[in-house]
């Protein structure tokens, strides 16, 4: 698979998407979704579930991308553990709040990079499994 995270990181840069739509809509065709249907699903999910407190909204992208490709709530939450762990390894944290540096001032990433991060997990997620 030809790598789709500069697009994601492109979209959420341009403005028109937050950070769950950067990383749905990149692979909404993977997913059998037109992107206005995508768009709709993952609009909420925005600066940590719309209010910086939950989970990245570029993970919650990938594991929209994930249910709706696996069909199956086992295995896309298998896939989400491991796609999490491997996040918060690689930048401190999956959520919002300490990604952003709220209250500490010290950003951990740039929402472009988490973008970019969680569609490179979400692309290693798909590899793996296409074998399936």
Known sequence: M??????????????????AQAVACTYCDLAGCDEETM???TAAFGTGMGNMQG????????????GMIRHDRNAARSAMKGMMDA???????VTCR??????????LRSC???V??????L????EESSGQ
């Not at 996040?87 to 944290?93: D, E, H, I, Q, V």
């Not at 692309?123 to 798909?126: A, D, G, P, R």
Request: with cysteine; charged share 20%; proline share 2%.
């Open 55 to 66: 989970t990245c909204g570029a993970l919650i992208g990938a594991a929209v991308v994930t």
């Open 112 to 114: 472009n990079d988490c």
């Open 123 to 126: 692309e290693s997620y798909l």
């Open 2 to 19: 030809v790598s789709r995270a500069e697009e994601a990181a492109q979209r959420k840069s341009s403005g028109k998407y937050n950070c």
């Open 98 to 107: 300490d990604l952003k540096g709220i209250g500490t001032g010290k950003p």
């Open 87 to 93: 996040f918060a390894l690689r930048n401190g944290s």
């Open 39 to 41: 768009a709709s699903i």
């Open 116 to 121: 970019a991060d969680a569609a490179k997990l």
